[in-house]
């Protein structure tokens, strides 16, 4: 056999095992207007493709948050909506040719959207065989906080906090070796964990923004009002960031935002959400 035609059967040989794998593969398709938040613990490089909107997974079990948020409304007068909780999806063994996804009742307009954002109903199917998942093969619930909406909410120390935090060994110990750091004066350092995002010991004036949804500002509003109940005296309720310098960036963000025009809030929000 020629050297050329060794090549050939290699090349169709290697082809063709890496279309089988392919074929194979578990995954998820992720419907429209949810984006990917955590998936086993990490929060990047989880194996999602933003064009066909499926993350690949292997064998076994996994565990998915996800967040839904999308534009809806005419061009000029579109608003974002953003569900104030995520939803989390357990799977307790993905088989290794499975491919799940899920149903629900697509918001067309933003009344809709802003129903849809506080229930977030879903069905389980199979995405091949469009057939509903059953409780051995899939299940999920809303992952509530105290705090309500927070912009900076950690989905993962939410998870931890209740014992809910599903993520493989070496996921567990990259999170635990970001919390020990070293400040420039050679200091050790180890950051605690927050349970609910945060919220500033300041009180900060909260006004409802154009193109937030309601269940975005009405968490807001009940994270401010915990806030100055905090400055009042009252029992702490609420977690404080760890010092008066993040506090005043915070506030100084807060202030900004209230004093930018429609078109800018819309951009610094959706400038949020995509990063």
Known sequence: MSKLG??????ALAAAVALSAHATAATFKVPINYTVEVVDG??????????????????GRHQLVLLFEGV????????????????????????????????????????QAEIYSRSQKIELI???????????EASYYLLTSDSGFALLRDYREDL???????????????????????????????????????????????????????????????????????????????QTISSQANAAVYNQMVQLYEQADDSTKLQIVKYIMSH
């Open 160 to 238: 931890a906090s209740v014992g809910r935090l599903y993520a493989p060994a070496e996921v567990r110990a990259q999170m635990e070796e970001e919390r020990h750091a070293v400040t420039a004066q050679g200091v050790p350092t180890v950051k605690a964990r927050s349970t609910s995002g945060f919220v500033s010991a300041a009180p900060v004036p909260v006004q409802q923004p154009t193109g937030m949804s309601e269940t975005v500002t009405t968490a807001a509003a009940q994270n401010a009002a915990a806030a100055q109940a905090v400055a009042q005296g009252a029992p702490a309720q609420v």
């Open 126 to 136: 199979n995405a091949n065989t469009k057939a509903p998942l059953n409780a051995n």
């Open 6 to 11: 060794a090549l050939i059967k290699v090349s």
């Open 42 to 59: 990490k929060t990047s490089d989880f194996g999602y493709n933003r064009f066909n909107r499926t993350i690949e997974l292997t064998p």
């Open 72 to 111: 809806f409304g005419q061009a000029r007068d579109s608003r974002i909506y953003q569900a104030a909780n995520p939803i989390v999806i357990e799977i307790p063994n993905m088989p290794a040719d499975a491919s799940y996804t899920f149903n629900y009742d697509t918001p067309e307009d933003e009344r």
